[in-house]
C-alpha cells in the first residue's frame, strides 16, 4: 500500500509541476482561459442560433437540449483535460520524445497521460456547467434518488467513454502515421455527436455512435430516460441506465488498441 | 533585348505551384481529412435537415435541399479555406525564420498568401469534390440551376479561398509585435467558423449578430461562396456578392501589406 502511495506521489510531482508551469506566464495563461472559454461561448451559441430558429428538433426542445449539451460538454472537457494530449502522439513520435518514455519504468500511457495538463480545458468546461446547471432548473425532473443517480452515472460514464475515444485513437496513431486526422471522425465527430439528440442521425451514425463508439450513452440516452422523452424509435427508455455497459466496452477497445498499436511501434529511428 | 520571362519562372507562379505540391505529397493526410470532413458532414446534415423539417420545410429561406447544399459544400470547402488560424509564417515569425523571408527579393506577403492559395486549390480535388459526391449520394442536395451560376460559383469559390488565406496572414502579421500570437489565433478559431457560415447559416443568426457577421470579412470566406454555388443566389444578387468578396479581398491585402511594411521595422529576431 505505501508503494503504491509512493507511485502516486510521483504522478501528483508531475502533474502538479505541469500545472504551476502554465500559470508562470500569466499574459499568456489568462489570454489562453479566455479563448478557451470563447471557443466553450461560441459552440454554445451554435446550439442556441438553431434551437431559437425552429421550436424543437428531433422532438427536443432548447430546454431540454440544454441538459444534453451540458452534460456530454462537462464530461468531454474533463476527459480532454485527462487525456486530450493523447492526440499529440503522432508528434511524439516523430520527434522520438516517444522513445524516451520506453526508458523509464512506469508505463507508456501513463506518462503520456500525465505529460501534460492543460489548465485552459477547465475554463471551457464551465460553458457546460452553466448549460447543464441552467437545463437541470429549467426543465421539468421528478427528483429523487434515480434522477440524482442516473444523472451522476451519466457523468462518470460520459467521461469515461469520451476518456476511452482518446485512448483509442492514439492506439490506432501508431498504424496511421500521416493519417492522425483520421481518429478526429469519432473523437472530435464522437463529442459533436453526444451534444445532439440521436434521433437526427441517418441509421449509419446510429450504429456508430451507439454501438462501436457509444458517445450516445454519454449524455442522450440517459437524458431521454430522465425526462422521459422518447428516444430513437424503436428503443426502450430505460437505455440510458446502461450507461456503464457502454463505458465498460469503450474501455476494452480502447486497451485492445492501444496494446496492439504499442506492440506495433518499432521507434522512428531516432 | 533581354527575352520575356516564362510565367513558369516568375517566383511568385512558382509559390502557387509549391503549395499544390506540398499538399498532394500526403494521400493517406489527405484520405484521413475526408474521413473526418464526411462524419462531420452526416452529423450535421442530420440536424440542420431535422431542424428544416421541424420547421415546416422551409428555414430561413432554406429547403431540405439547399440546406444539404449548405451542408456538404461547407464540408467540401473546409480544406480549402483557414478556420483555425494558424500558418507557416506565424511559426517562422516566432522561430526567427521570417528573417530569411524578408531577405529575399519577393514580397513575403505575396510568397505566404499564394503557397497558401495553391495548397487551398489543390485541396479542391481530394476533398471538395469527393465531400460533394457523398453529399449527392446521401442527400437530395441543390445544384447550381445553369452554366452561369457554376462559373460564377467557381470565381467566388476562388476570392473566398483567397480572402481566407490573406485574413489568415493578417492574423501572422501581429507576431511581429506580438512574437507569441498563441492567444491571437485562438480568437480567430473561436470567430472565424462561426461568422463565416461553417456551422448554420448565417441567415439563422437574429439580425444584430447577422449585421454584425456582414460586417467582418468572414462570410465572404464561405457563406457567400456557398449562397452562388447553390444557386441560392443568381444574376444581379449573385454579382453583388463577388463585389462584396472582392472588395474584402482588396482590404485585407491592403492590410496585411501596410502591416508588413510596419511590422519588419519592429521585428526582433530573437536568439543569435
Known amino acids: 500500500m505505501a508503494e503504491v502511495r509512493a507511485q502516486l506521489r510521483a504522478y501528483r510531482a508531475v502533474l502538479a509541476s505541469r500545472a504551476r508551469s502554465q500559470a508562470s506566464y500569466r499574459a499568456s495563461f489568462r489570454m489562453d482561459l479566455v479563448g478557451a472559454l470563447a471557443i466553450g461561448v461560441i459552440e454554445f451559441t451554435e446550439v442556441w442560433v438553431l434551437y431559437t430558429a425552429t421550436d424543437q428538433i428531433g422532438g427536443f426542445t432548447l430546454t431540454q437540449v440544454l441538459l444534453v449539451f451540458g452534460l456530454a460538454d462537462v464530461a468531454f472537457c474533463l476527459a480532454d483535460l485527462v ?110 455527436a453526444a451534444t445532439q439528440p440521436a434521433t437526427v442521425w441517418p441509421r449509419a451514425l446510429l450504429v456508430v455512435f451507439g454501438t462501436v463508439f457509444p458517445v450516445a450513452f454519454a449524455a442522450f440516452l440517459p437524458v431521454s430516460t430522465l425526462l422521459g422523452v422518447p428516444g430513437v424509435s424503436g428503443l426502450p427508455t430505460w437505455l440510458g441506465w446502461c450507461a456503464p455497459v457502454a463505458a465498460l466496452w469503450a474501455v476494452v477497445v480502447a486497451g485492445l488498441c492501444w496494446r496492439r498499436g504499442l506492440r506495433h511501434y518499432r521507434g522512428a529511428g531516432g | ?87 507557416d509564417l506565424q511559426n ?119 449585421t454584425l457577421a456582414l460586417c467582418t470579412p468572414f462570410p465572404s470566406m464561405m457563406q457567400l461562396p456557398i449562397d452562388v454555388l447553390s444557386g441560392r443566389v443568381t444574376g444581379a444578387d449573385a454579382g453583388q456578392h463577388l463585389a462584396v468578396q472582392l472588395g474584402w479581398l482588396a482590404a485585407v491585402l491592403v492590410a496585411g501589406h501596410l502591416a508588413t511594411r510596419a511590422g519588419r521595422r519592429r521585428l526582433e529576431v530573437q536568439g543569435g
Request: proline share 5%; net charge positive; hydrophobic share 50%.
Open chain 2, 1 to 87: 533585348m533581354r527575352p520575356l520571362p516564362s510565367p513558369a519562372r516568375n517566383p511568385y507562379w512558382r509559390f502557387l505551384v509549391a503549395g499544390v505540391r506540398g499538399q498532394s505529397a500526403y494521400p493517406l493526410a489527405t484520405l484521413a481529412g475526408l474521413t473526418a470532413n464526411a462524419t462531420f458532414g452526416l452529423l450535421k446534415g442530420g440536424i440542420m435537415g431535422a431542424a428544416v423539417d421541424s420547421s415546416g420545410g422551409e428555414l430561413a429561406g432554406y429547403s431540405a435541399a439547399t440546406m444539404a447544399a449548405f451542408v456538404w459544400l461547407g464540408q467540401g470547402m473546409l480544406g480549402s479555406v483557414n478556420f483555425w488560424g494558424g500558418s
Open chain 1, 83 to 192: 487525456a486530450g494530449h493523447c492526440d499529440r502522439l503522432p508528434v511524439y513520435v516523430r520527434a522520438g520524445t516517444l522513445d524516451v518514455f520506453f526508458l523509464r519504468p512506469q508505463p507508456v500511457l501513463a506518462q503520456l497521460v500525465t505529460s501534460d495538463l492543460s489548465l485552459r480545458r477547465l475554463a471551457r468546461s464551465l460553458v457546460g456547467v452553466a448549460a447543464l446547471t441552467v437545463g437541470l432548473v429549467l426543465n421539468d425532473i421528478e427528483w429523487g434518488v434515480g434522477a440524482v443517480g442516473l444523472l451522476v452515472l451519466s457523468l462518470v460514464c460520459g467521461f469515461v467513454i469520451f476518456t476511452a475515444q482518446f485512448v483509442t485513437a492514439a492506439g490506432l496513431q501508431f498504424f496511421l502515421i500521416n493519417g492522425a486526422e483520421m481518429t478526429n471522425a469519432f473523437v472530435y465527430g464522437g463529442r459533436y
Open chain 2, 92 to 210: 517562422r515569425i516566432r522561430t526567427g525564420d521570417v528573417a530569411v523571408d524578408f531577405l529575399r527579393p519577393v514580397s513575403v506577403q505575396a510568397a505566404h498568401v499564394l503557397t497558401d492559395i495553391g495548397k487551398g486549390l489543390f485541396a479542391l480535388l481530394p476533398r471538395g469534390l469527393p465531400s460533394v459526391v457523398i453529399g449527392l449520394l446521401v442527400s437530395h442536395m441543390a445544384l447550381p440551376p445553369d452554366a452561369t451560376a457554376y462559373a460564377l460559383g467557381l470565381v467566388s469559390l476562388l476570392i473566398g479561398i483567397a480572402v481566407s488565406h490573406a485574413t489568415v496572414y493578417l492574423v501572422a502579421t501581429t507576431g511581429l509585435w506580438l512574437v507569441e500570437t498563441r492567444g491571437v489565433s485562438v480568437l480567430y478559431m473561436s470567430l472565424s467558423g462561426f461568422l463565416a457560415g461553417l456551422y448554420t447559416p448565417v441567415y439563422l443568426y437574429p439580425d444584430w449578430l447577422l
